[in-house]
C-alpha cells in the first residue's frame, strides 16, 4: 500500500507538503502520482512522477504543486503552495495507472477561504 500524510486545514495562500509512505515492490521503477478527491467529485490525478524523476501535472495545479521522490526511503512528496479553496480534497497517492489493491486511507486537505 501507499499511506499518504500531512494534510490539515490551511488559509487561502498557505502551504502544505504531503508526504506518502510506500510499501510496494521495486517502487524506484514505479510511475506514481497523487490524486484527490473533493466530496461530490471523482478521484482525479493532480500530479505524477516517472522512475527517471520525469513530472506531469494537471492544468489546475500546474505552477503551485510540485512533486519529488526519495527512492531511499520508499517516500513520494507534494509540495502544495498558493493552495486555494477548490484544493480541498482528500488526497491519496497510489501507482500510474492506479491499482486498487494500493489504495490507502488518504489525507484531509482543508483551505479555508
Known amino acids: 500500500q501507499l499511506q499518504a500524510s500531512g494534510g490539515g486545514l490551511v488559509h487561502t495562500g498557505g502551504s502544505l507538503r504531503l508526504s506518502c509512505a510506500a510499501s510496494i515492490d521495486r517502487f524506484r521503477f514505479q510511475h506514481v502520482g497523487w490524486y484527490r478527491q473533493a466530496p461530490g467529485k471523482q478521484r482525479e490525478l493532480v500530479a505524477r512522477i516517472t522512475g527517471l524523476g520525469g513530472t506531469d501535472y494537471a492544468g489546475s495545479v500546474k505552477g503551485r504543486f510540485t512533486i519529488n521522490r526519495d527512492n531511499a526511503k520508499n517516500t513520494l512528496y507534494l509540495q502544495m503552495n498558493s493552495l486555494k479553496p477548490e484544493d480541498a480534497a482528500v488526497y491519496y497517492c497510489?501507482?500510474?495507472?492506479?491499482?486498487?489493491?494500493?489504495w490507502g486511507r488518504g489525507t484531509q486537505v482543508t483551505v479555508s477561504s
Open positions: 497510489n501507482v500510474v495507472p492506479s491499482r486498487a489493491a494500493y
